[in-house]
């Protein structure tokens, strides 16, 4: 269960994006109480809590802020998803990504 401090959602609002970062208040083997993590959640990521499995989420590298972390995922899924399942890259493939940033 992760809690968010302020709240980050309002009752009329529907949308509720995938990508949340916080600190955790329960967790698994590994991971802390308060621990700051980032992860994925399927939707309910603008919620003062959410209830995510363990292996959706990741710690939160120090130096990142919040708001790195909660929009890391989107970028690196969106390239995983066009390199490995689109362009069907693989181990033995070279891929060139011009104009990527």
Same mark, same amino acid.
């Given at each position: $269960?992760?809690? /968010?401090?302020?709240p980050l959602s309002s009752s009329s609002s529907?949308?509720?994006?995938?990508?949340?970062?916080?600190?955790?208040?329960? @967790?698994?083997?590994?991971?802390?109480?308060?621990?700051?993590?980032?992860?994925?959640s399927f939707f309910g990521a603008y919620s003062t809590s959410i209830?995510?499995?363990?292996?959706?989420? $990741? $710690?939160?590298?120090?130096?990142? +802020? /919040?708001?790195?972390?909660?929009? /890391?995922?989107?970028?690196?899924? +969106?390239?995983?998803?066009?390199? @490995?399942?689109?362009? $069907?890259?693989?181990?033995?493939? +070279?891929?060139? +990504?011009?104009?990527?940033?």
């Amino acid at each position: $269960r992760i809690k /968010f401090s302020p709240p980050l959602s309002s009752s009329s609002s529907p949308f509720s994006p995938y990508h949340p970062s916080s600190s955790s208040s329960s @967790c698994g083997a590994s991971l802390s109480i308060n621990d700051h993590v980032m992860g994925v959640s399927f939707f309910g990521a603008y919620s003062t809590s959410i209830n995510v499995p363990l292996a959706q989420l $990741r $710690r939160k590298p120090s130096h990142w +802020t /919040f708001s790195q972390a909660a929009a /890391f995922p989107v970028q690196a899924l +969106t390239a995983w998803y066009a390199l @490995c399942d689109l362009g $069907r890259v693989h181990d033995s493939v +070279t891929a060139s +990504t011009p104009s990527s940033s």
